[in-house]
């Protein structure tokens, strides 16, 4: 019989176990920062306007205006400001009406269940773009005169309300029936029950599909633009382009800074997500 020494015990085997995990994981992880790398390379290599030869067959890479590049980029910088305050007044706007619409697809009242059906069918069945143009264009005739910042918040709200109201209701309805039970057993009215039980686990759930709702509002707020009373990114992006034949420089800049505030609001997202999620994982 082979001696029981002759084996690892139990928590060496599970160290292992966990070693390898993590150099596996470190090794992927350098692979995919590595990959990072080289396409940064190739994105900068295609802008770099450089002529090479390979096989006889002369190629050349795209050269871009870097005077103007350096010159016109603190303007449309000055977009960045606007360009997240619309997008956070309209998710909050957003929120609050997805909330709303949630409760009444919920709820019993044959009114309140109609306005809410009524007013996804209405939203969700026009697009975004006729919207935006609704509140610009299409109040002023009836005397209504908005500022820019509030017609494109009422747009971009009321669109993005009518499809977070769907994500609203799956949230609430995640939570289980037993808890509702067990608070109506210990004496819970249904608003402390909706309050204090269903609503913050309902947060949870919701929290990451609303954060990819409102990453994409922040490129949709891109839409406002057409109508030349919200000076955001690509409203001036399009003034310097138009002004000095340089549009593509000038959407070239719109593009990065574009990308760099998705990516940060993404970080972001991504934090707020494990911190939410801190409770589950202590369990």
């Given at each position: 019989?082979r001696?029981?020494?002759d084996?690892?015990?139990?928590?060496?085997?599970?160290r292992?176990?966990?070693?390898?995990?993590r150099?596996?994981?470190?090794?992927?992880?350098?692979?995919?920062?590595?990959?990072?790398?080289?396409l940064?390379?190739?994105?900068?290599?295609?802008f770099?306007?450089?002529?090479?030869?390979?096989?006889?067959?002369?190629?050349?890479?795209v050269?871009?205006?870097?005077?103007?590049?350096w010159?016109?980029?603190?303007?449309?910088?000055?977009?960045?400001?606007?360009?997240?305050?619309?997008s956070?007044?309209?998710?909050?706007?957003?929120?609050v009406?997805?909330?709303?619409?949630a409760?009444?697809?919920?709820?019993?009242?044959?009114?309140?269940y109609?306005?809410?059906?009524?007013?996804?069918?209405?939203?969700?069945?026009?697009p975004l773009?006729?919207?935006?143009?609704?509140f610009?264009?299409?109040?002023?005739?009836?005397?209504?005169?908005?500022?820019g910042?509030?017609?494109?918040?009422?747009?971009?709200?009321?669109?993005?309300?009518?499809?977070?109201?769907?994500?609203m209701?799956?949230?609430?309805?995640?939570?289980?029936?037993?808890?509702?039970?067990?608070?109506l057993?210990?004496?819970?009215?249904?608003?402390?029950?909706?309050?204090r039980?269903?609503?913050?686990?309902?947060?949870?759930m919701?929290?990451?599909?609303i954060?990819?709702?409102?990453?994409?509002?922040?490129?949709?707020?891109?839409?406002?633009?057409?109508?030349?009373?919200v000076?955001?990114?690509?409203?001036?992006?399009?003034?310097?382009?138009?002004?000095?034949?340089?549009?593509?420089?000038?959407?070239?800049?719109?593009?990065?800074?574009?990308?760099?505030?998705?990516?940060?609001?993404?970080?972001?997202?991504?934090?707020?997500?494990?911190?939410?999620g801190?409770?589950?994982?202590?369990l």
């Amino acid at each position: 019989m082979r001696n029981t020494a002759d084996f690892p015990d139990a928590t060496s085997q599970a160290r292992i176990i966990q070693e390898l995990r993590r150099q596996k994981q470190l090794r992927f992880s350098l692979g995919v920062n590595a990959s990072y790398l080289v396409l940064m390379a190739l994105l900068v290599l295609a802008f770099s306007g450089v002529e090479f030869t390979v096989l006889g067959i002369k190629f050349s890479t795209v050269s871009l205006d870097w005077d103007f590049i350096w010159e016109r980029t603190p303007f449309i910088f000055g977009g960045v400001g606007l360009t997240i305050l619309l997008s956070i007044l309209s998710i909050a706007l957003a929120s609050v009406l997805a909330l709303l619409g949630a409760l009444g697809r919920l709820s019993k009242s044959p009114p309140a269940y109609a306005l809410a059906t009524f007013y996804i069918s209405l939203i969700r069945g026009t697009p975004l773009l006729l919207q935006i143009y609704f509140f610009f264009l299409g109040l002023p005739q009836f005397g209504i005169v908005l500022t820019g910042l509030t017609a494109g918040v009422l747009a971009l709200g009321l669109n993005y309300g009518a499809y977070m109201t769907e994500i609203m209701r799956a949230g609430i309805q995640s939570v289980g029936v037993g808890q509702r039970e067990a608070a109506l057993a210990i004496g819970m009215t249904q608003r402390q029950i909706m309050q204090r039980i269903v609503l913050p686990q309902a947060f949870r759930m919701v929290i990451p599909p609303i954060g990819n709702q409102f990453i994409a509002m922040l490129k949709d707020t891109s839409l406002i633009a057409i109508t030349g009373f919200v000076w955001e990114i690509l409203w001036r992006a399009q003034k310097v382009g138009r002004a000095n034949f340089r549009n593509f420089e000038a959407l070239l800049i719109a593009a990065v800074f574009y990308w760099i505030i998705t990516i940060m609001f993404s970080a972001a997202q991504s934090r707020l997500e494990a911190y939410m999620g801190r409770g589950e994982r202590t369990l």
